[in-house]
Nanobody, 115 residues
C-alpha cells in the first residue's frame, strides 16, 4: 500500500502562483510514475502533469508553460509549481502514484482561483 498526502492548495488571485506538494509513504518503489490530476465540478478528472523516476515529464496541453512538475526521490515527494493561474484552473488537485500495475491516489487539495 502507498499513502499519498498532498498540501499547498488554497485560494489565489488570477495570475497568481501556487506550489503543491505530495509525499508518498508505505511500499514506495523507485520505479514509479508520479503525477498530478485535477477535477473541476461536473467534469472528469484529467491529467495535469506526470513525471517518471528519471525525470521525464508530460504535461497537459492546457497547462504547458504554466506548470512545472518535479520530484525529490530521496523524499518520495513530487511538486507542482503552478504560475499564471486562471479561474478555469479551479479544481481539486489529486496526487497519483503508479507502480507495478497499481494506481494510488491522494485525498485531493482544493485550488481556487478567484478575485
Amino acid at each position: 500500500q502507498v499513502q499519498l498526502v498532498e498540501s499547498g492548495g488554497g485560494l489565489v488571485q488570477p495570475g497568481g502562483s501556487l506550489r503543491l506538494s505530495c509525499t508518498a509513504s508505505g511500499s514506495v518503489f523507485s520505479t514509479n510514475f508520479m503525477g498530478w490530476y485535477r477535477q473541476a465540478p461536473g467534469k472528469l478528472r484529467e491529467l495535469v502533469a506526470s513525471i517518471s523516476r528519471f525525470g521525464n515529464t508530460n504535461y497537459a496541453d492546457s497547462m504547458k508553460g504554466r506548470v512545472t512538475i518535479s520530484r525529490d526521490n530521496a523524499k518520495n515527494t513530487v511538486y507542482l509549481q503552478m504560475n499564471s493561474l486562471r479561474p478555469e484552473d479551479t479544481a481539486v488537485y489529486y496526487c497519483n502514484c503508479a507502480q507495478r500495475g497499481l494506481s494510488y491516489w491522494g485525498q485531493g487539495t482544493q485550488v481556487t482561483v478567484s478575485s
